[in-house]
């Protein structure tokens, strides 16, 4: 089979996983080597549909021996199989590299007989990359649950991050549709990763480089609110998130970008509530960088699946990341996004426009002596938003004019802001008007008539 | 006055304006290329000295201005002086003035006429400065030079410059800038890139280059592009998102240089 045919197959095998970020790590240029990485990542490309390509992400085979119901790879499924030779995947990676096509690899892989097997052959491939071809660029690898633990130690030190695909989001789930897996198969990957990272920053932390680090922290170390949450600053913009790591990932040998997961939405039926808290714990136990959710695509037919005529629920997936993004960065909990008994994602408001109608007695929030907090949680004001008002207050009295010139989504905060306690005379008083104006308006935009049209009154189950 | 688009004419012409003692509201910064005499004006040309004192004033404000306003301050400068907006002398002009009177402060002042005028200018240089990075297109020749052709809509070649340098060490490339005849140049080893302003002919022969790749070259994008076909996820599309999100990310002016895209417009 020529290279070109082997590419496509392996390719659009890989292109169900919705991870493709080459973020989390800053690692300069090194004499004889190709490449760099930087923390912010970079997208090169951005597919039809809009996703973004930053990496080459790829299966290293699609011979897969295991029978997982919604997967297109299936051991029964009618498709041409490919395996990448290990040199071969290299080569192309840093050819595809030196063009400026990608910042690296994404390297997973169907399991080729056995997942130790499997592995090896991924080790095999990133030892070429970093030994023969000298890259020095991302690598993003992924862990196949069942892989010996002295394994997973040596693809976590060639790759910069790793993630376990936790696949479904219930035990039962993961048992009904995937007979081979088991939740302690994809679960025992994860620990292992976050206890060897712990474990490293340990160490790291009493190395005079880390003492530095350490000391340089304490001297920019932020004020603590909620639940733990810090205020960061980056840049422009003000977040509040969970505390960092006082070691920077430039001195970290395994997985210095952390590890990463996804979730498939829309197969099974647990509900957004219930993934927004597995979401929750998996950051809290075991320090994930990122959740991706991935809308379940109808291919395959099966009885365990939904019908494969059910549209893609991709409002969903784009309202989960919303809510991902506001409790990593707002200090959401779950249940204030998803209540246990009202526990889906509106598909029509986002997350935090949905919150601030159920919680309308909290505003309007005065924009002259709000915390950052309370700021945060007005619809139309982000974290760079709050920072220029922060800064913009300290030296003038601000008005509903200003609010424009400061990066806040004006449209949306008019019915939930005063300046100087004046409101927009253009915004109802009346909470249920502006509930109505407001779900009315969000209702209406062309993303949300489309997908309505798309999803018509079909039912998932 | 007038002044060349270029980072040390516009800092030097500052420079002049405060040399001069001239009173701030009656003095005007404008591109030599977009200078238009306004009724009562008197047009003062600047920049044509070639004995080093232009470079050495505007080394002069720039290092004032940042110990004065600090460096994050002093880099968004660099930033805007970089635009092709035809008013960006006068806006950095502005703003320079409002740092040299509000001093450290100004980093904080975003709501002010200067501020937000000149914030616009550097969102503007940085967000084409990332489209640079990320779609700058190399072709191998059979000589191991990597080449590319890229017209961005700002003058950010020379602020990528260190990016390509860090990422392509241990080669040798060139990126031409037709537009704004300008093209950095690599060398092995080297940490920095040479910026090198180009006549209209030398900018059209280094630019065809790019189409002495060989046959391993036109093998390696034919891969490319079969990999980006198949990215492409059923379901996700313009008919079904309401809006092309691809456009949107990935501006059509770059679309020609894609060879993911092969031309298309």
Redesign the interface.
Known sequence: MDKLTKLGILAEAARFDAACTSSGVTRGPREGMVGDTCASGLCHSFSADGRCITLLKVLMSNACSYDCAYCVNRRGASCLRATFEPRELAELTVDFYKRNYIEGLFLSSAVLGNPDNTTERMIACLEALRGEFRFNGYVHAKVIPGSSPELVNRLGRLADRLSVNLELPSRASLASLCPDKDARSVMAPMAQIATTRHAEEQALLDSPAGKKALARRHREKGSYVSEGMQVTSVGVRYTLGRPTSAVPNALRKFVPAGQSTQIIVGATPEDDNHILQLSKSLYDHYGLKRIFFSAYMPMVEDSRLPDRETPVPLRREHRLYQADWLMRYYAFTPDELATPSRPWLDLDVDPKLAWALAHIEAFPVEIMDAPLETLLRVPGIGPVGARRILAARRTRRLCMDDLQGLGVAFKRARYFVTCGGKRDPAAPLNPELIRQKVVSDAAGSKYNATRRQAEGQLSLF | MCCERATESVLAAVGVTYLAHAEPHRVRLVATDAAQVRIGEKTVAFGEEDDGSVVALAKRVFSGFEKKCGVTCARRVVLACASDESGMPEVVHRYLRLGFSEGK?LY????SPEA?AFAKLVQRVSSEC?HT????????LPDGT?V?VFEPNENTLPLVGTH?A??????RFVVVDPKHLLAIFHEP?DMACSVVGLDAETAATLASRVDEADERER??Q???R????????????V????????A???PKRFWHG?P?LDGRP
């Open positions: 402060r904080e002042d975003v709501t937000l990332e990075r990320q779609f700058v297109r190399f072709a191998r990597f590319s390509f860090r990422r392509m060490r241990e080669e080893e093998l390696v034919a891969l490319w079969r990999f980006y076909r198949a990215m492409e996820l059923p379901g996700r599309g008919a079904s998102r309401g809006y092309d999100l691809r949107s990310w990935m894609l993911e």
